[in-house]
């Protein structure tokens, strides 16, 4: 193990049957970074085919003994794995910010959105049900709701733990089975998950976890034994995935980039609209797939926006992210940190003005000296064709345009490819709903930003993604509907 503070991080990191799984074959592993402090934190064991037929076969024993049980017996189950996820609420979270670099502070709250992922769908587990319909002479049909079988999830490095959360809590609630792949970046947290459902009574093999790259991904999505593979990220990625999918006609859930709308009205409260455009820019070093990185601020209030916005950025404390203190903590990587302050350069070269951040950020703690820190940046002056305006930048990184007219603000939100989500900002009801009802995205906010309650469908338009994560719909998503005809008379034959 590695010593994290109060916490240690445990290892081997891949898990199913009920155990942690150490591979025999360490010639495929690689260095994993802690963000913080750019130091080793271990080598990552990748899974190959036979470590992934291992997984899905286990997955696949739990699906047997899991399905046949009632909704109240799993849900008895998934209210205790929620109960242990709120006594170890702290040191998840801590070990969340190893392994991820965020603040203290949002990685409770993730670790809070995975309990109550889990807890709301516990008590849906109960619920699943069919239709009657009655038909002539007494004949009658039903449908039945019936789980999918062994579900691939595979997540993101942004939110690791809470992504393992928001996919194997409907996925289990159905009673399917779950093979898990974290992003190879952020392998820690997704392990102890898999304990914490063992702990609270699932059956061996019920959620499992295996680790690595593009290929480990790809022989999951290919497993002849996988019903349904949902996977946040990359929209490139999504498309290989949903490709491969379509090879066994397998049931996809893709959530998917994002570079979403954030509109400003004159009427707005200028507060709450500078505090929607930093939660909108800011949480998790910008790293969030929903985010309002095209901030369109109505003319007549520009001025007073861009200093309240950039006075407000300039105070945000960058470091240490296990500090309760801090509010920005280390992006990811170093490669994805220069590609960020790449961005901002090319921005500048472009014409936008850079109102304040946009370099890299050495903390005064020397431990802290090699992480990936950078200053969240406020971009002025941008216009439409710019690639800080196009491009999904992912990292703290706001750009901010200026617009005249309601139908102007609403044609050029609507002007990407992408539309996962998109905010409004104005005292006027009835010019919210009538914006919201134009725009092109599958998750809107009014007078607010990146809320993301667990009752509540979330998912994207266009090519930010097919399906929805959260909320009653989900259910949906996991499992599949048979019909069942019965006849109470004689067969009426035509031969």
Not at 57 to 64: G, I, L, T
Not at 441 to 462: D, L
Request: proline share 4%; with cysteine.
């Amino acid at each position: 193990c590695i010593s994290s503070g109060t916490m240690d991080v445990q290892f081997p990191l891949n898990f199913w049957s009920g155990d942690r799984v150490k591979i025999k074959n360490e010639s495929t592993s690689e260095p994993v970074y802690e963000p913080a402090t750019g130091r080793v934190l271990c080598n990552l064991e990748s899974c190959g085919t036979v470590e992934v037929d291992q997984a899905v076969q286990a997955a696949q024993s739990a699906y047997q003994t899991w399905n046949r049980m009632s909704g109240m017996e799993r849900a008895r189950i998934m209210i205790e794995a929620a109960r242990i996820i709120e006594n170890r609420r702290e040191d998840i979270a801590e070990i969340e910010v190893v392994n991820n670099g965020k603040s203290i502070t949002e990685a409770r709250m993730d670790v809070d959105s995975a309990r109550l992922c889990i807890e709301y769908y516990s008590g849906l587990a109960n619920t699943l049900a069919g239709q009657h319909v009655q038909l002539t002479g007494g004949s009658f049909a039903y449908t039945r709701r019936e789980p999918l079988g062994v579900c691939v999830g595979i997540g993101a490095w942004n939110y690791p733990f809470q992504i393992a959360a928001w996919k194997s809590a409907p996925a289990l609630a159905c009673g399917n089975s779950m093979v898990f792949k974290p992003s190879p970046l952020t392998p820690v947290t997704a392990v102890l998950l898999a304990e914490i459902y063992a702990k609270a009574g699932a059956p061996e093999g019920l959620f499992n976890v295996v680790q690595g790259g593009q290929e480990t991904g790809t022989l999951l999505c290919h497993h002849p034994d996988v019903a349904k593979v949902s996977f946040t990220g990359s929209v490139p990625t999504g498309k290989k995935i949903m490709e491969m999918c379509s090879k066994g006609v397998k049931h996809v859930t893709l959530e998917l980039g994002g570079k979403s709308p954030l509109l400003i009205f004159e009427d707005s409260d200028l507060k709450n609209a500078v505090n929607g455009a930093l939660m909108a820019n800011f949480l998790s070093q910008g790293q969030v797939c929903s985010n309002g990185t095209r901030v369109f601020v109505q003319r007549q209030i520009l001025p007073e926006f861009l200093k309240e916005v950039v006075r407000r950025t300039k105070a945000i404390e960058i470091g240490d992210p296990q500090l309760d203190s801090t509010r920005m903590g280390a992006l990811i990587s170093r490669p994805h940190l220069n590609r960020v302050l790449g961005f901002v350069e090319q921005a500048r070269k472009e014409g936008a003005k850079v109102l304040c951040g946009g370099e890299r950020f050495v903390p005064s703690d020397a431990k802290l000296s090699g992480g990936y820190y950078m200053t969240p940046c406020v971009l002025g002056d941008c216009s439409d064709e710019m690639t800080c305006v196009k491009e999904e930048i992912f990292g703290p990184v706001m750009s901010v345009l200026s617009f005249e007219t309601e139908e102007e603000a609403v044609r050029r939100a609507n002007a990407s490819a992408l539309g996962l989500a998109a905010g409004v900002f104005t005292s006027d009801v009835k010019r919210a709903h009538r914006v919201v009802e134009q725009l092109k995205a599958g998750s809107c906010f009014v007078n607010n930003y990146n809320i993301t309650p667990v009752e509540v469908p979330f998912g994207g338009f266009k090519m930010s993604g097919i399906g929805r994560e959260n909320g009653q719909v989900t259910i949906e998503h996991y499992t599949q509907m048979k019909t069942v005809f019965v006849e109470m008379g004689d067969v009426d034959s035509l031969f």
